[in-house]
């Protein structure tokens, strides 16, 4: 359902970004750092919402890299450490049978 909502509320803003960008179609002058240039406004609106888009995107993407790469090292981690614990109980539990096993030669005897 999140995800349902996520879409309209997009579909919503695209919609009203296009109808800000069609209302606005004046020529304006974009300065560029070696020129000037006339660009229609409508242009100039929707290449800046792509550019945003685009950049966001990219850190969005590269934020979720890395939590999966976070969670392969604490699986990884998490696996060794359960490991380690069973070796220790595996090694506890043959101590006490040994020890068992002792009282009852002990006991026999």
């Known amino acids: 359902m999140k995800g349902q909502w ?3 509320l997009g579909l919503i803003v ?22 000037t240039a006339e ?6 609106i929707i290449v800046s919402v792509l ?8 850190i969005g993407m590269y934020r979720i890299y890395q939590l999966q790469q976070e969670i392969k090292r604490l699986n990884k981690f998490n696996d060794s450490t359960t490991e380690s614990e069973d070796s220790q109980a595996d090694t506890a539990k043959k101590k006490r049978s040994s020890r068992r096993m002792g009282q009852k030669n002990n006991s026999a005897e």
């Open 6 to 8: 996520t879409l309209i």
């Open 14 to 35: 695209a919609l009203l970004i296009a109808i800000f960008a069609v209302i606005n179609v004046d020529d304006v002058q974009v300065n560029f750092l070696v020129g």
């Open 39 to 44: 660009w229609p406004l409508i242009l100039v």
């Open 51 to 58: 550019l945003g888009g685009l950049a966001v995107g990219s």
